[in-house]
């Protein structure tokens, strides 16, 4: 579906399309949908949703398969190929996008966003761990450089929001089920920050997921973090004709990288200069700090650079910019214990980086791991614990491992039916805490079986450590 064909944008007119979820990203759809004059049908089945949706819209429940002579599908995100409905449609061969796409076709040449000044820049940041973070830092570069900015996408404002609204520059952050809902997409600069297992259940396996992340590698220049394996693979074989390394190790020339604590960049010289690195700006300002805001902030500074950005406004945008919550967070430090909120770790890979960066721990984990194992987890990290304390519906997956791998580390657990299991889950780590330990609440799992999201499960855990009595009784271990 491009341009002015039957069904592409300029033809749907007096249409019927269908738009799959009623979310954020869905409602956005329906509203740009019905501004280029189509039909629009919104299945959902949220009552609650399909009662808050934009004049023009009907509301449908339950469809099993789309309304009758239906010529698109825009689906949220989360809805997978194999959802009947989105299989129904394909079936029938009607095309099936996500909102982002949508986005893309607006905004391109024949589309109601492609005439004027042109369409806007895209740089698009994908990966399982340090989307939202590089996607921030591009963002506070970009807007240091006097750029019409926004940050869209999975980090909140939808890409057809942004688009409509006429800004010049998106820093795009898209997950692997926007990508794959996604097939046109192109944009100036992508980046892949790194690969590990997550929402293998929706990919059906590492081989789907992977493919999904490479699309942001498929425009003029694609970035990705080279000391991982996965992310190097995918950008030797990528199709850009720009190819950029971080690392944070010292970079060669076509990459970005460290020199004596230094973010340098070997990528975008001056030719003036030749081969000489050019300076971006010293480590310790950098935040959040250690190895992944490194590589976040290399990653943000080639996506900037590759559209122009100088070195001085690489180094001002990433002087002013502060992490959003539940991101390695110190939310409360008691008796010599510290409280670090890290509720954005939603896989291992992520719990991973967080686990590292700390000596001694009390590891509050668990929730839902969407077929992701934590074996290598537990093996590499096993020595800090001093204790673990396990909640959501797959704790069970995380003692097995713990069992195998760190027998010796104490273990409680908080029942799935428990009323508030943040609050007993931080009041039993809090009893095998010494001073000098942090309890550190980094999942490794995703928060939907207990909590609306990652940033309501930080909040519980923020609120359960204000709460603390003065003296905690110690934790019995379970089933040891």
């Known amino acids: ?150 940050a869209c996408g999975n980090i909140g404002t939808p890409v057809i929001d ?62 990705a973090g080279v000391d991982d394996p996965v992310a190097a693979a995918a950008l030797a074989r990528c199709p850009a004709p720009t190819r950029v390394g971080v690392t944070l190790g010292a970079p060669a020339p076509g990459q970005l990288g460290m020199l004596d604590g230094v973010l340098t960049d070997r990528a975008f010289g001056n030719r003036a200069f030749g081969d000489r690195p050019l300076v971006l700006l010293d480590a310790a300002e950098v935040r959040p700090g250690g190895p992944p805001g490194l590589v976040d902030a290399l990653a943000a500074a080639a996506l900037a650079r590759a559209g122009g950005v100088t070195p001085e406004q690489v180094g001002e945008g990433l002087r002013g910019f502060r992490p959003g919550p539940h991101r390695g967070v110190l939310v409360a430090e008691r008796g010599g214990v510290r409280y ?13 980086a967080a686990l590292a960066g700390h000596r001694r721990v009390i590891w509050i984990a668990g929730g839902q791991l969407k077929g992701a194992s934590v074996t290598e987890l537990v093996q590499r990290h096993g020595h800090r614990m001093a204790g673990v304390v396990l909640i959501g519906i797959d704790r069970g997956v995380f003692r097995d491992a713990l069992l195998r791998h760190a027998p010796e580390v104490r273990v409680s657990e908080v029942a799935s039916g428990e009323h508030d299991p943040m609050t007993d889950a ?47 009784p110690s934790a019995p271990p379970v089933g040891r």
């Open 162 to 223: 942004a688009v409509r609204d006429g800004h010049r520059e998106l820093a795009v952050e898209l997950s692997s089920f926007q990508l794959h809902w996604s097939p046109s997409v192109r944009p100036a600069a992508g980046c892949l920050l790194n690969v590990a297992e997550d929402h293998l259940d929706w990919h059906g396996g590492m081989a789907g997921y992977t493919a999904a992340k490479e699309r942001a590698l498929t425009g003029a220049v694609a970035v």
């Open 426 to 472: 931080v009041a039993l780590a809090a009893g095998m805490a010494a001073p000098g330990d942090v309890v550190l609440l980094a999942p490794a799992a995703a928060s939907l079986d207990q909590f609306r999201d990652y940033a309501a499960r930080g909040r519980a855990f923020v609120d359960a450590v204000a709460a603390l009595p003065v003296t905690l």
């Open 1 to 150: 579906m491009t341009g002015d064909s039957p069904t592409g944008l300029a033809g749907l007119r007096g249409r019927p399309v269908l738009v799959a979820g009623a979310g954020v990203s869905g409602v956005a759809a329906a509203r740009a949908l019905l501004e280029l004059g189509a039909r629009v049908t919104v299945c959902d089945t949220a009552t609650d949703r399909l009662a808050a949706l934009p004049d023009g819209c009907v509301p449908v429940s339950g469809l099993a398969a789309p309304p009758v002579d239906t010529v698109l599908v825009v689906t949220s995100p989360g809805w997978r190929p194999d959802n009947p409905l989105l299989r129904a449609a394909a079936l029938a061969g009607i095309e099936v996008i996500g909102e982002p796409e949508l986005a893309w076709r607006w905004s391109r040449p024949g589309g109601p966003g492609g005439s004027g000044s042109g369409p806007p820049r895209w740089s698009v940041v994908t990966g399982t761990n340090g989307k939202t973070t590089t996607v921030g830092m591009l963002a506070a570069i970009l807007a240091a450089a006097g750029r019409d900015v926004v």
């Open 340 to 352: 670090v909120d890290d509720s954005k770790a939603t896989n291992p890979h992520a719990a991973d």
